[in-house]
Structures are given as C-alpha cells and as structure tokens.
Antibody, heavy 122, light 107 residues
Framework: EVQLLESGGGLVRPGGSLRLSCAAS????????MAWVRQAPGKGLEWVSS????????YYGDSVRGRFTISRDNSKTTMFLQMNSLRADDTAVYYC???????????????WGQGTLVAVSS | DIQMTQSPSSLSVSVGDSVTITCRAS??????LNWYQQKPGKAPKLLIY???TLQTGVPSRFSGSGSGTEFTLTISSLQPEDFATYYC?????????FGQGTKVEFK
C-alpha cells in the first residue's frame, strides 16, 4: 500500500524558513517523480514543485521559484521542501504527491499524503 | 505557462442527475489532462488520467473525454458520495497547472 506522510508544517513569521518532509513507502521510490501541491484556505489547488526520480531535474512554479528548493533522499525514501523568505500568501496546506511518471512530465498525481499546514503570520 | 479554465465554478444538482464539467486549456495539451475529486478536509483523489482513462477503483459513472484544448468530465447518475469539488490538471508541460475547481453541491 502506498503511503505518503508529510511533516514539518507549523507557524512561521514572514521572512522565515521551514522545511517540509514527505516519508514514502509502498512503492519503488526512486522510480517515480514526486511533487508538492498546496492549497490556501478556501482556495483551489496550486502545483508548487516537482522532482524527477533520480533528483537531478527539478521544476518550480512561478510563485515559489528562487525561494523554495525541492530535494529527495532515495536511500531514505523521503522528499523535502525547503521554504525560505516565506510570505503570508504561502499560507496553505502542503500536500506531498507521487507522480505516475519518472521524469515529472506527462503523468498524473496518483497518490497524495494527508497534508501539512504552513501558516505564515506575524 | 498553460492556463486551465473550468466551467462552471459551481453547480447545484440532485442525486440521480447527470453532470458535465468543462475544462479548457490555453494551448494544446494533447491528452495530458487529469481529473481529481476533493472532499472537504481531505486530499484530492485521482479520478481520470490521460483525458479518458479511469483510475483503478473509480466507479464507471465517471467518464472523461476530449483532446487538444477542450475536455469534459461527466458524472452519470450522481450519487450522494459524489458531492465534492472537481479539478482538472494539465501535465503536458513540466510546469503543471490546475483549473480553479468546480464545486458540485446538493440542490
């Protein structure tokens, strides 16, 4: 059974940093791209970032490029999202998602974690 | 970036009704279009991928069609558990985008 478990969310001040983790199990982790998708309170889904199976290719949405860094440790079947220079509009539930492709292009998000809340406020 | 536009943004329906949701892409995405269902407080769930392929375990009352820039999700004979918000999402480009969502509410 595929399981994705996010952690690391919490309350942070504007300008601060936070690191999210996503622990994966139940599938061959290194064979699939992984992604972060967020949802602000009462709003729709926004793709944040994706990383290929080996971790050598990364993609970012315009709103986070230059501030967030996605990475993965295939030996620990864990993905990370380092979030710097956080702003109030980064407040959202952050979901970890498994992609059905290896590269991060052309697939879908076939499994999701339960989400972790990041709140940016002074 | 490719923009995805869903319509309508919400609709009020009754159990047993047929529902059609439209998703339009700002440029051709071939068949790289996926549909998700989300219930309040829950993670999204993949319903349809590749525009028309039903994910394993999804009831056959759900169907998808389209290619290029126009796509539809149809729910035939809506069931009580189908009241939710539905999102389309393109994966033709590495920079993925979602539609704004369609909330299916009880009339």
């Amino acid at each position: 059974e595929v399981q994705l478990l996010e952690s690391g969310g919490g309350l942070v001040r504007p300008g601060g940093s936070l690191r999210l983790s996503c622990a994966a199990s139940g599938f061959t982790f290194s064979s699939y791209a992984m992604a972060w998708v967020r949802q602000a309170p009462g709003k729709g889904l926004e793709w944040v970032s994706s990383i290929s199976g080996t971790g050598d290719t990364t993609y970012y949405g315009d709103s986070v490029r230059g501030r967030f860094t996605i990475s993965r440790d295939n030996s620990k079947t864990t993905m990370f999202l380092q979030m710097n220079s956080l702003r109030a509009d980064d407040t959202a539930v952050y979901y970890c998602a498994k992609e059905s492709s290896y590269s991060g292009v052309g697939g879908d998000f076939d499994y999701w974690g339960q989400g972790t809340l990041v709140a940016v406020s002074s | 970036d490719i923009q995805m536009t869903q319509s309508p943004s919400s609709l009020s329906v009754s159990v047993g009704d047929s529902v059609t949701i439209t998703c339009r892409a700002s440029q051709s995405i071939k068949s790289f279009l996926n549909w998700y269902q989300q219930k309040p407080g829950k993670a999204p769930k993949l319903l349809i991928y590749g525009a028309s392929t039903l994910q394993t375990g999804v009831p056959s009352r759900f169907s998808g069609s389209g290619s290029g820039t126009e796509f539809t999700l149809t729910i035939s004979s809506l069931q009580p558990e189908d009241f939710a918000t539905y999102y389309c999402q393109q994966s033709h480009r590495a920079l993925k985008t979602f539609g704004q969502g369609t909330k299916v509410e009880f009339k």
